[in-house]
């Protein structure tokens, strides 16, 4: 298969940022850059799939890329905040510096939204600039991958006017994907820093059940540390500061965690094994985001949690409020919800309710 910027439609031309649904098809041996085209699916718990072409003009101009053409039509024809909607692009260079920050405002801003994108080739991946906005693609949420022998075929059959042609891969298609997953794996795993899905804050309270009332004995934050070992992340910080510091058989306990993401698999199953053992301890999770619902692993570590007695709730305005007035240094300042708040938080809670089912 082969993606070019500079194709004409069946019909004989294409206007700028023109949406299609195939490309015709071309012996092009690599399209010019940074001018990538991109095929889309997006699908909706609620609606048949759609799959646009999206072609941008060939230009150094930030406006014309395919990626700011599918955001701008997709506000504009699909984007309710009742709905939920899994989008994968597939396209023939990873996006621009300036289309990344784009595109993680946009996913910052619509949490009923999850992105893939499948990528056919690395553009720029020896600069800094480009290797770290592949890496904040990843952090705002989008899942970023090579595209695969089954995907570039899928793109054949479905995005192209192939006049009857069967998909051939290249002679060195193998040794070409091994060789960019590989890079992008590389670069992925350059993380310095822990920012968005790497860093969690888990502000807690801890209280005392006493003749049927509750009273107030502890509360504070944790942060997860850096790295991929789960005996880091904040829900376990917690966990062994619990057992050394508060933990009594004689005593019960009622714990409120207000986390910025849901716990991991490895943590989830951790803390519902702590539950398990220990009847003496209630524990209610208000989580302000959740961490990859869409991954059958995650989505049971929920509803583990749930079944040995946790409540896992989505943080309002009013929980927000009360971290900011309890757990932040606000030097005075009043809590500012941000925009589409309250409609993130019925989004998320949905989508919970439907994990918990």
Known sequence: MSFGADTQTKQGGWRK??????????????????????????????????SPLLLPQVSFNREPHAEMYF???????LLPA??????????????CLYCVAKVAEFLAEHPNVTLTVSTARLYCFLKKDWRRALRKLCQTGARVKIMDYEELKYCWENFVYKEHKP?????????NYTFLRCKLQEILRNLRKAYGRNETWLCFTVEGIMNRSTVSWKSGIFRNQVGPDPSCHAEMCFLSWFRHNMLSPKKDYEVTWYASWSPCPECAGQVAEFLARHRNVRLTIF??????????????????????????????Y?????????????????????????????????TLQEILQ
């Open 71 to 77: 955001l701008s039509w997709f506000r504009g024809k």
């Open 287 to 316: 989580t302000a985001r959740l961490y990859y619902f869409w991954n059958p692993d995650f989505r049971q570590g929920i509803r583990r949690l749930s079944q040995e007695g946790a409540s896992v709730l989505i943080m309002g």
């Open 167 to 175: 998909f051939r891969c290249r002679d060195n298609f193998k040794d």
């Open 17 to 50: 940022g023109a949406s299609m649904n195939k490309i015709p098809w071309a012996p092009v041996r690599a399209p010019p850059s940074p001018a990538p085209s991109q095929c889309s699916s997006c699908s909706s718990s609620q609606s048949f799939p759609c």
């Open 82 to 95: 009742c709905k939920r909607f899994q989008i994968t692009w597939f396209v023939s260079w990873n996006p």
């Open 318 to 350: 009013e929980y927000f409020e009360y971290c900011w007035d309890n757990f932040v240094y606000n030097d005075g300042q009043p809590f500012k919800p941000w925009k589409r708040l309250q409609d993130n938080s019925l989004s998320l809670y949905i």
